[in-house]
């Protein structure tokens, strides 16, 4: 599920932060994968996530369902699909509908027939997926609507986010799982909710910047040709144009720090 619980004292008192992550604690793929990691001290989060630990170290069943978690071998699945059929609900209704999904891999047969049924339905998606990919895109009639990218450049594509417009809220969750077989049926995968509307703008900035690839980015489509994509615009490598965002984002905010510090 690749999360952590830290345990702090402070003043006297245990503190507990969570850290949930799309990817391992492992010294040599931290350099050459790219992952999304956030450390929080939300308590709503926490207790949910230590609720996933107790759940390991006892094996006693969960009783008490995950209201903001999705959680492998217990509500994962089911929620995934509630969030796509909201957006195919919408699409029918003639509202907009959309989703933007990153993920190592698809191979689940049941979420790739719900997908089918989005794209038919008038639901917008657009896919980034570096690996394996049982989904064909842009057949008439049938997956007109479902636009699919991999990008393969020097770190590894490893992060899982999912981007649901659900009637305007937009509702981003993080994962470490795939939508495959044995991430959403066998294992206890973790997928976390961005709430911190910062947070989120982050979030959609990068799939943008990844979306806009136009150098390492591949298109896969019917013909599995696995063709560069190439536009008339400025070149755009994403893993270089995202460095240099977050980079941009440091700097901002070691600026305000000063700033805070004169004033």
Same mark, same amino acid.
């Given at each position: 599920a690749k999360m952590a619980i830290i345990r702090r004292m402070e003043d006297g008192e245990a503190s507990h932060y969570?850290?949930? @992550?799309?990817?391992n604690f492992h010294e040599d793929t931290a350099r050459i994968y790219t992952d999304f990691g956030f450390f929080t001290a939300d308590k709503k989060l926490i207790e949910e996530v230590i609720r996933i630990f107790t759940y390991l170290e006892t094996k006693i069943p969960i009783e008490k369902k995950f209201e903001h978690l999705g959680v492998g071998q217990h509500n994962l699945k089911p929620?995934?699909?509630?969030?796509?059929?909201h957006e195919i609900d919408n699409a029918k209704k003639g509202k907009p509908a959309r989703m933007?999904?990153?993920?190592n891999s698809l191979q689940d047969k049941e979420m790739v027939q719900l997908l089918y049924d989005a794209s038919k339905a008038g639901v917008q998606i657009d896919m980034i997926i570096r690996g394996i990919c049982c989904i064909v895109p842009n057949i008439k009639g049938i997956s007109?609507?479902?636009?699919?990218? @991999?990008?393969v450049d020097r770190f590894l594509e490893h992060s899982r986010v999912f981007y649901f417009l659900h009637s305007g809220e937009e509702v981003i969750y993080i994962s470490s799982a795939d939508w495959m077989v044995r991430n959403l049926h066998y294992r206890i995968e973790s997928m976390f909710p961005v709430y911190n509307p910062n947070f989120k703008e982050m979030v959609k900035t990068i799939l943008k910047i990844q979306m806009n690839d136009n150098t390492k980015a591949r298109i896969i489509d019917h013909k599995s040709s696995n063709a560069y994509k190439r536009n008339d615009?400025?070149?755009?490598? @994403?893993?270089v144009d995202t460095y240099y965002y977050i980079k941009r984002l440091g700097e901002k905010l070691e600026e305000n720090k000063a700033e805070t510090v004169m004033e």
């Open positions: 969570a850290y949930m @992550s799309t990817g929620l995934l699909i509630t969030l796509v059929q933007i999904l990153k993920m007109d609507n479902i636009n699919i990218i @991999s990008i615009g400025l070149p755009a490598r @994403s893993q």
